[in-house]
């Protein structure tokens, strides 16, 4: 996308896309197929869900920089909700809500020095932020109540588990992404 | 719709809580709320039982009002009036001369003599409030030194050889009247109760399968630092600082008063005291926590061997909390924080 | 782009970052989980219960005592004594109770509040 050229000639607008291009548009529409799927499959714990989609977006952080991360899971965000039916609902909400955070925390943490930390560093940090943000909507927004910091531990602790697993998938494809490269 | 959803949320509810046979009423005696709670009867049953006990608790009261016409006032004027002896209910000298006792075990530190000093201080009162309180008095009073040991006990007769002896019963008839609900639950069989008056506790059988639990007062937020579980005939009293007080150019002065002093106790937010069974625990959880509050820092542990008290929590403020070894074992504990200032003593 | 270690295993500072999560959660269980929220408020005057409130809301309200009346405002999970007649205002003192167990006395105006919620942590309270 950053890379794309906009040529503009007399009869015709044409795009010239890169491999990259290419490449980054078949991750998003992953990403949005995974989030779909994780949306259809009824979770145990209501509000507890592994995020895989996250996968998607630290994949994209690593081998494309934060900028075309950003927007992968941005487009992830309004695409799926548009394709459930979620568009500008709570749920819509509390995924964006979720996504922005978790991308600041991105953000701040890709300037974390490479020798002593992995994408699953970033990968924890980010499912910690997302939760955080989902829950600053909930407390704010939906149930304005203190009974809500009930449940703070049990979405911290499978955000700690979830963001553990991710993370490990996401360095096993970046290494076999570069030992195909 | 509505109604549907509501009928499901009903019975979600009534699902969620079988019914316990658990009969619990309130009511304020003593100028305290007492709380009774009855476990294993029938409504019926618990409430005729409770009832009762209230209507003892209310006639206690009467006689035993420090300021109000009552068979103490009566014992009072006598005192003061001279040397004359009066004759009084059997039950109420057994009473005078089991405080008479307790008094000599806590070294003069439990003092219920001091009526005089505790109306100067202005907490013989239903709304007593902040006032200056003129030091000459306190000392002159002090001077007279009213103690439990003037009083003579022959019979059913007694009087003082000190005028100045007034008697303020107020940190005694609590536990009293503990012993004396659980005398009368026993009577009518009912096996598993738990009476709070003002925040002293006793138990009797236990809540179904589980021990009752109490919850111990913050002396300082409106929360419990920790839980404990009271087994059958164990009793628990705190005094506080908190409990009956007023607030003086910044200085707080509490309803426990050092009759070596004249002054009420300072440096001590609360003191709490477990009993195990025995004849009189409601009577030593009332008690046997008033020295330790009024003793130095250093005399504690003696106050607390002194009223053979083997459990207890001292907090002097939220940095300096002290808890005997035997208590430790059996506390929960709530507050983190607390529990991270802890001492607990080694008692031999 | 960014050239991360191609090592599989987690990196020193991984290990960090999941030790520190680890005892975050942990101090999350213990601080939140010790105190259960209340969901549900009686009230008692003398030795009636006046009635059991929903602490979802925001609300006011007035109980007459034998001094005369009080004034109990609960707010989304937490209530208070707002006012009272009596002489030393221990009660509202007291301040915001929002947990299960937690208890306020008026003993003046013989008014109590107390919070009822799933998991009563104790059956009655010493003070």
Same mark, same amino acid.
Request: charged residues 15%.
């Given at each position: 996308?950053?890379?794309?050229?906009?040529?503009?000639?007399?009869?015709?607008?044409?795009?010239?896309?890169?491999?990259?291009?290419?490449?980054?548009?078949?991750?998003?529409?992953?990403?949005?197929?995974?989030?779909?799927?994780?949306?259809?499959?009824?979770?145990?714990?209501?509000?507890?869900?592994?995020?895989?989609?996250?996968?998607?977006?630290?994949?994209?952080?690593?081998?494309?920089?934060?900028?075309?991360?950003?927007?992968?899971?941005?487009?992830?965000?309004?695409?799926?909700?548009?394709?459930?039916?979620?568009?500008?609902?709570?749920?819509?909400?509390?995924?964006?809500?979720?996504?922005?955070?978790?991308?600041?925390?991105?953000?701040?943490?890709?300037?974390?020095?490479?020798?002593?930390?992995?994408?699953?560093?970033?990968?924890?940090?980010?499912?910690?932020?997302?939760?955080?943000?989902?829950?600053?909507?909930?407390?704010?927004?939906?149930?304005?109540?203190?009974?809500?910091?009930?449940?703070?531990?049990?979405?911290?602790?499978?955000?700690?588990?979830?963001?553990?697993?991710?993370?490990?998938?996401?360095?096993?494809?970046?290494?076999?992404?570069?030992?195909?490269? | 719709?509505?109604?549907?959803?509501?009928?499901?949320?009903?019975?979600?509810?009534?699902?969620?809580?079988?019914?316990?046979?658990?009969?619990?009423?309130?009511?304020?005696?003593?100028?305290?709320?007492? /709380?009774?709670?009855? #476990?294993?009867?029938?409504?019926?049953?618990?409430?005729? *039982? !409770?009832?009762?006990?209230?209507? +003892?608790? =209310?006639?206690?009261?009467?006689?035993?009002?420090?300021?109000?016409?009552?068979?103490?006032?009566?014992?009072?004027?006598?005192?003061?009036?001279?040397?004359?002896?009066?004759?009084?209910?059997?039950?109420?000298?057994?009473?005078?001369?089991?405080?008479?006792?307790?008094?000599?075990?806590?070294?003069?530190?439990?003092?219920?003599?001091?009526?005089?000093?505790?109306?100067?201080?202005?907490?013989?009162?239903?709304?007593?409030?902040?006032?200056?309180?003129?030091?000459?008095?306190?000392?002159?009073?002090?001077?007279?030194?009213?103690?439990?040991?003037?009083?003579?006990?022959?019979?059913?007769?007694?009087?003082?050889?000190?005028?100045?002896?007034?008697? /303020?019963?107020?940190? #005694?008839?609590?536990?009293?009247?503990?012993?004396?609900? *659980? !005398?009368?639950?026993?009577?009518? +069989?009912? =096996?598993?109760?738990?009476?709070?008056?003002?925040?002293?506790?006793?138990?009797?059988?236990?809540?179904?399968?589980?021990?009752?639990?109490?919850?111990?007062?913050?002396?300082?937020?409106?929360?419990?630092?920790?839980?404990?579980?009271?087994?059958?005939?164990?009793?628990?009293?705190?005094?506080?600082?908190?409990?009956?007080?007023?607030?003086?150019?910044?200085?707080?002065?509490?309803?426990?008063?050092?009759?070596?002093?004249?002054?009420?106790?300072?440096?001590?937010?609360?003191?709490?005291?477990?009993?195990?069974?025995?004849?009189?625990?409601?009577?030593?959880?009332?008690?046997?926590?008033?020295?330790?509050?009024?003793?130095?820092?250093?005399?504690?542990?003696?106050?607390?061997?002194?009223?053979?008290?083997?459990?207890?929590?001292?907090? !002097?403020?939220?940095?300096?909390? +002290?808890?005997?070894?035997?208590?430790?074992?059996?506390?929960?504990?709530?507050?983190?924080?607390?529990?991270?200032?802890?001492?607990?003593?080694?008692?031999? | 782009?960014?050239?991360?270690?191609?090592?599989?295993?987690?990196?020193?500072?991984?290990?960090?970052?999941?030790?520190?999560?680890?005892?975050?959660?942990?101090?999350?269980?213990?601080?939140?989980?010790?105190?259960?929220?209340?969901?549900?408020?009686?009230?008692?005057?003398?030795?009636?219960?006046?009635?059991?409130?929903?602490?979802?809301?925001?609300?006011?309200?007035?109980?007459?005592?034998?001094?005369?009346?009080?004034?109990?405002?609960?707010?989304?999970?937490?209530?208070?004594?707002?006012?009272?007649?009596?002489?030393?205002?221990?009660?509202?003192?007291?301040?915001?109770?929002?947990?299960?167990?937690?208890?306020?006395?008026?003993?003046?105006?013989?008014?109590?509040?107390?919070?009822?919620?799933?998991?009563?942590?104790?059956?009655?309270?010493?003070?």
């Amino acid at each position: 996308m950053t890379r794309s050229t906009i040529k503009k000639t007399s009869k015709s607008t044409s795009i010239q896309t890169t491999k990259a291009d290419h490449h980054i548009a078949k991750l998003t529409a992953l990403a949005i197929g995974l989030h779909v799927l994780e949306a259809v499959f009824p979770s145990p714990l209501p509000g507890v869900k592994p995020g895989i989609a996250n996968i998607i977006t630290l994949y994209v952080l690593i081998q494309y920089g934060f900028g075309t991360a950003a927007w992968v899971s941005l487009l992830r965000v309004f695409a799926s909700s548009l394709l459930l039916g979620h568009f500008l609902s709570p749920t819509f909400v509390l995924s964006l809500s979720g996504a922005l955070l978790s991308l600041a925390a991105l953000w701040l943490a890709q300037h974390l020095p490479k020798r002593y930390f992995s994408v699953i560093t970033l990968s924890i940090l980010a499912a910690f932020a997302h939760i955080a943000g989902q829950l600053l909507i909930v407390r704010l927004w939906l149930i304005p109540h203190a009974g809500v910091s009930y449940l703070i531990p049990i979405f911290a602790f499978a955000a700690l588990v979830f963001g553990i697993v991710n993370g490990v998938i996401c360095k096993r494809l970046i290494n076999s992404s570069h030992q195909i490269s | 719709m509505r109604q549907l959803l509501l009928l499901l949320t009903n019975l979600l509810l009534i699902s969620c809580t079988p019914n316990e046979p658990l009969y619990n009423t309130q009511t304020y005696v003593f100028g305290t709320l007492v /709380d009774i709670s009855i #476990y294993g009867e029938s409504d019926e049953k618990a409430q005729a *039982v !409770a009832t009762k006990i209230i209507h +003892q608790y =209310n006639d206690l009261h009467q006689r035993l009002h420090a300021w109000k016409p009552s068979e103490l006032s009566t014992i009072n004027q006598a005192f003061a009036s001279g040397q004359t002896p009066i004759t009084v209910e059997p039950d109420i000298a057994k009473m005078i001369a089991d405080i008479a006792f307790l008094s000599s075990q806590s070294k003069g530190a439990f003092n219920p003599a001091i009526g005089q000093l505790i109306q100067l201080w202005g907490f013989q009162n239903d709304t007593f409030s902040a006032h200056k309180v003129d030091t000459e008095s306190v000392k002159s009073l002090v001077a007279k030194r009213p103690q439990m040991s003037d009083i003579v006990i022959n019979s059913n007769q007694i009087h003082s050889t000190n005028p100045s002896v007034q008697l /303020d019963l107020g940190g #005694y008839a609590k536990g009293y009247a503990l012993d004396m609900g *659980v !005398a009368y639950l026993k009577q009518r +069989q009912v =096996n598993n109760a738990l009476i709070n008056i003002g925040g002293n506790i006793i138990a009797l059988g236990q809540k179904g399968e589980q021990p009752w639990r109490v919850g111990i007062q913050h002396p300082r937020q409106p929360n419990a630092i920790a839980t404990i579980a009271l087994p059958s005939g164990w009793a628990i009293g705190t005094s506080g600082d908190y409990q009956r007080y007023f607030v003086l150019d910044g200085k707080r002065y509490c309803h426990v008063i050092d009759p070596s002093t004249g002054y009420p106790a300072q440096g001590m937010q609360s003191v709490t005291v477990l009993i195990p069974p025995q004849a009189n625990a409601g009577v030593l959880s009332d008690v046997a926590s008033k020295p330790i509050f009024i003793a130095t820092a250093n005399a504690r542990v003696e106050a607390a061997k002194s009223m053979g008290v083997k459990h207890f929590l001292v907090m !002097a403020d939220e940095q300096d909390i +002290q808890v005997s070894d035997a208590m430790q074992k059996r506390l929960s504990w709530l507050d983190t924080k607390a529990e991270k200032q802890l001492k607990v003593i080694q008692l031999d | 782009m960014i050239k991360f270690s191609r090592d599989r295993k987690p990196l020193l500072g991984d290990w960090l970052v999941i030790v520190i999560g680890a005892i975050a959660v942990i101090y999350l269980f213990q601080t939140l989980w010790s105190n259960a929220p209340a969901s549900q408020l009686q009230i008692r005057q003398a030795d009636k219960i006046i009635g059991t409130y929903d602490l979802n809301q925001t609300r006011e309200l007035h109980i007459h005592g034998p001094l005369g009346e009080s004034h109990i405002s609960i707010d989304q999970g937490k209530v208070r004594f707002k006012q009272s007649p009596c002489t030393n205002q221990y009660c509202v003192h007291q301040g915001w109770l929002a947990h299960a167990g937690q208890v306020a006395i008026c003993l003046p105006n013989q008014i109590s509040l107390q919070l009822i919620g799933e998991n009563k942590p104790y059956d009655s309270l010493n003070y």
